[in-house]
């Protein structure tokens, strides 16, 4: 079984909390603001259950962008960005419910912070002593032992002009897959039928630190500190019995493990400075992830037949600082100039052994055991004003230099332009109409640098040390519309032209790695709406839609013919509802949602993941037991499963023919979680 097709079934039964726009009556006062009474009918216990109630709004995070950049998450906390690159719905988790005063929903065009466009949510706080939260929330499945693990614990308060808040959890999965993989030769004959069993368990056991000092009302300080294990391990049983000669009768068992652990730390402090306002910023993190994958064969006697190790440890760090130096000469003109630099690094050391007639013994791998870094600095000079009373235009231009350096010698400089156009226009207070052209630049996996091996699927990848980031011109636009009682829709079509795509390519006469094609174009449309049932006279019901829909164009690197990019998103579906009972502290609701993406494309294979059915959910809460919420929750009621098809080519597919096909068809039965909460 493929990485890919683990994390498909890991996304097709976890609940996806942070992609719910909203569920709620529509009670808000006028220019979008969400008063702490507005989100009570839902008993939330921290800002992450408020924010996810707003009618229309999606979160999201920044998590994966280069560097700490200019944007990031559509968050706000009393009108100031998030520190470092902190994971937006944690942070939010650790707010606590009863100390938010109101949600203002506001458009980043009109803010003076660079980047932020679309709505934006800023989320004002106050504090009221001591408090915190708890969660746990057990899950039960099919074939899988019982998830007891996952739970989180939150405390936040105040002393003197210090706030705190402080988070306890453990991120817990226990999850699995069972069902025939058939293989067919070129003529569509069976000629190999196996029976498979996964297992893929996680813990992630962790706690992070919020502060903020404010000496003085115009002096401000943040410090986020936090500190994650990721334990996990993998099992995948294969009973392989042979229809024709060509097959093979055996037994095969992959194991696989990630003992991980990183820590992140991340700073800024603000005061006034002449004109205006000085921000300065830092942010480091480690990670050091030592894995090992086992894969062993064994004829039906138990005599073990042949086997691979592959060991690897990887050490990842990067540091970033940044100033921002922000100033307003006249009202509705903001001026801010930044400066950043980073520096991340990763070194890695691997291993490779085979079974040898009892023995396990080295074979060595070129290019699996190397250090790559990459220095960073860029500079940015942003311009917002204010053009009419209905256009707001925000503006930014800036260079971006980095250096590359591998193990060997090789070291590369690139000089990159950066920047954006966004133009906003708000006919009135309902409607919002968002222009952005944006050159930019993506952050490179330094891991396609490295030679790698899986030795589950018997595929080696070739480390490239010519890689270089993948860059665009971005074409978008967003129109949003409130019209009244609950009623909202957001619809956003995209376009983008990409140079020096990051995609598979040949190195060499038959090496398979992750490199750069030419030019390729992606483009696509975004769709979300909620309706409130009120309008039609059934109170506390809430019904919202996702859709999103994307085509590509590349040439393959190695047929030369046009395709879509490899493994891309295709379309995706989310339907739902939500009904509070009025006057009743019970609740219930549902949902279907199903994707898809393109096919994938390598060397001498293609893949193409599918689901057979949509994913489909329902939940009951009642928010109120001796002062706990209790809610349950089934996922995939209708028995989803997860297929996928792999073809196998004799030789490279510019010069081979087909070989063999491989079908899986994977079943997760349904799960159930029920998860307790509340307050002290």
């Known amino acids: 079984m493929t990485a890919r097709f683990k994390m498909l079934l890991c996304a097709a039964t976890i609940p996806l909390t942070l992609m719910i726009s909203a569920q709620a009556v529509f009670a808000q006062t006028a220019n979008n603001v969400f008063e702490a009474e507005f989100f009570s009918q839902y008993a939330p216990r921290n800002a992450l259950d408020m924010v996810v109630q707003i009618p229309g709004f999606q979160l999201q995070g920044a998590e994966d962008r280069r560097g700490l950049g200019q944007g990031g998450a559509n968050i706000l906390i009393n009108g100031e960005r998030l520190t470092g690159k902190t994971d937006v719905g944690s942070q939010l988790s650790r707010i606590v419910a009863e100390n938010v005063v109101r949600i203002e929903i506001k458009d980043g065009a009109s803010l003076d912070i660079p980047g932020l466009s679309g709505q934006v949510a800023d989320v004002i706080t106050t504090t009221t002593g001591q408090t915190g939260t708890w969660s746990w929330a057990p899950q039960f499945r099919k074939r899988q032992k019982i998830n007891l693990g996952h739970a989180h614990l939150t405390l936040s308060g105040e002393t003197g002009n210090l706030t705190y808040s402080a988070e306890l959890r453990n991120e817990a999965n226990r999850n699995g897959d069972w069902g025939p993989e058939i293989l067919r030769d070129a003529a569509g004959d069976i000629f190999e039928i196996r029976d498979e069993l996964g297992r893929y368990n996680f813990d992630g056991p962790g706690g992070a630190l919020d502060l903020t000092w404010k000496p003085r009302d115009d002096h401000t300080a943040n410090l986020n500190l936090e500190y994650n294990k990721y334990n996990s391990t993998q099992l995948v049983r294969s009973s392989r019995r042979a229809q024709t000669l060509r097959g093979e009768d055996l037994e095969t068992v992959f194991t696989g493990g990630e003992n991980e652990w990183n820590a992140k730390a991340g700073a800024d402090y603000e005061f006034p400075v002449g004109l205006g306002k000085l921000k300065m910023i830092g942010y480091y993190r480690f990670e050091r992830s030592p ?78 055991t190397s250090r790559v870094e990459e220095r960073r600095a860029e500079t940015t000079l942003t311009h917002s004003r204010a053009m009419t009373a209905k256009w707001n235009l925000q503006a930014s231009v800036g260079v971006e230099y980095s250096k590359l350096e591998q193990t060997g010698g090789l070291t590369r400089d690139f000089v990159r332009p950066k920047g954006f156009l966004l133009a906003t226009y708000k006919p009135d207070e309902s409607a919002s109409l968002r222009f952005k052209i ?56 995209y376009f983008n032209l990409i140079s020096d795509l990051v995609d598979r390519i040949p190195i060499g006469e038959d090496g398979d790695a992750v490199g750069n094609v030419d030019s390729a174009v992606q483009y696509g449309v975004d769709f979300n709406t909620s309706i409130k049932g009120s309008r039609w006279g059934w109170d506390g019901t ?139």
Do not use: C
Request: charged share 30%.
């Open 291 to 368: 894995t090992r994958s086992v894969f062993s064969v064994f004829a039906l006697n138990g005599e073990q037949a042949s086997g691979s190790i592959f060991d690897r440890l990887a050490d990842e760090t990067e540091t970033i600082a940044r100033t921002e130096y922000s100033w307003s000469p006249t009202v509705g003109r903001d001026w801010t100039l930044s400066a950043e630099g980073a520096l991340n690094v990763l070194d890695i050391e691997s291993m490779l052994q085979e079974f040898d007639g009892g023995n396990f013994v080295n074979i060595d791998i070129n290019g699996a």
């Open 438 to 493: 944006e050159r930019e630049v993506d952050q490179l996996s330094f891991f396609d640098f490295i030679s790698f091996v899986d030795v589950e699927d018997n595929i080696d990848r070739v480390g490239n040390i010519n890689l270089v980031p993948s860059q665009s011109w971005n074409f978008s636009t967003e129109f949003d519309k409130d019209f009244g009682q609950g009623f909202t829709i957001k619809i956003s079509p």
């Open 542 to 680: 809430q019904f919202d839609l996702d859709l999103e829909w994307r085509d590509s164009k590349v040439d393959d690197p190695v047929t030369g013919i046009s395709r879509q990019l490899s493994r891309d998103k295709k379309t995706f579906w989310h339907a739902r509802m939500r009904h509070d009972i009025p006057k009743t502290s019970w609740a219930y609701g549902g949902g279907v949602r199903e994707f898809a993406d393109y096919r994938g494309f390598r060397l001498f294979t293609t893949d193409d993941p599918t689901l057979k059915r949509p994913i489909t959910y329902a939940f009951l809460e009642h928010k109120d037991v001796l002062g706990m919420k209790i809610k349950a929750e089934v996922i995939n009621i209708i028995d989803s499963r997860e297929e996928f098809t792999r073809q196998v080519f004799t030789d490279r597919r510019d010069r081979g023919v087909l070989d063999f096909t491989e079908f899986q068809s994977r079943a997760f039965g349904p799960i159930l979680e029920i998860e307790f909460s509340g307050t002290f």
